[in-house]
């Protein structure tokens, strides 16, 4: 971690919460897929959140790891391990940037400072969740590990309909709009009109 003082009141409420979203399930499946993807030049973290923080922060796993699924065309060309902070930041920058190009949306994210401080590290992971979920979809081959470690994203089913068939569609009524079949108002009154009391002698 860098060199914040701890946190008091509303600030420590927020950074637990954010803590306790952390997966140790998930950040097992993760280590083993990266370990899996990047080859044995990769060495395993300690088990814990801090571990797998430190393991991550020089940026440098990051780096192989998109190397890895990018194949031939690497989009990180210089991975080097440094101990100067904007270094370390510049690598993680450089990762994010390529994901982002690999495909993996601005929402999923985390930020540079989640990892290198450590403030959220449940986001890192739903980045890296993100990622191998695109990974397996795209299934260009540079996916390596167990398929089942990460869910499809749902793919394009395009329909080409022909001029009949959507002629045809106009002439049916949603059944959002309602029905013209079933109970219909024949025999009620107009609105408006006094109730009819009749008397009898």
């Keep these: 971690m860098s060199n914040r003082g701890q946190q008091f009141g509303l600030s420590r409420e927020v950074q637990n919460k954010i803590d306790k979203k952390y997966d140790q399930e998930l950040e097992e499946r993760l280590v083993e897929w990266i370990i899996c993807q990047c080859g044995s030049g990769v060495e395993r973290p300690e088990p814990g959140r801090?571990?797998?923080?430190?393991?991550?922060?020089?940026?440098?796993?990051?780096?192989?790891?998109?190397?890895?699924?990018?194949?031939?065309?690497?989009?990180?060309?210089?991975?080097?391990s440094s101990t100067m902070p904007f270094k370390q930041m510049e690598q993680i920058s450089l990762f994010l940037q390529a994901v982002e190009s690999y495909g993996v949306t601005k929402t999923d994210m985390f930020q540079?400072?989640?990892?290198?401080?450590?403030?959220?590290?449940?986001?890192?992971?739903?980045?890296?969740?993100?990622?191998?979920?695109?990974?397996?979809?795209?299934?260009?081959?540079?996916?390596?590990?167990?398929?089942?470690?990460?869910?499809?994203?749902?793919?394009?089913?395009?329909?080409?309909?022909?001029?009949?068939?959507?002629?045809?569609?106009?002439n049916v009524i949603g059944l959002q709009m309602g029905t013209n079949k079933g109970a219909s108002q024949a025999g009620m009154t107009g609105y408006g009109q006094s109730r009819q009391i009749m008397n009898n002698p």
């Design 50 to 80: 801090v571990g797998f923080q430190t393991w991550l922060k020089d940026g440098c796993v990051l780096g192989e790891l998109i190397n890895s699924l990018s194949g031939a065309k690497k989009p990180i060309r210089v991975i080097k």
């Design 112 to 170: 540079t400072v989640d990892l290198y401080e450590g403030t959220d590290m449940a986001t890192v992971q739903r980045t890296l969740m993100a990622l191998g979920c695109l990974a397996v979809t795209k299934d260009d081959g540079n996916y390596k590990g167990d398929p089942n470690w990460f869910h499809r994203k749902a793919q394009e089913n395009r329909r080409d309909f022909s001029e009949e068939q959507l002629s045809q569609g106009r």
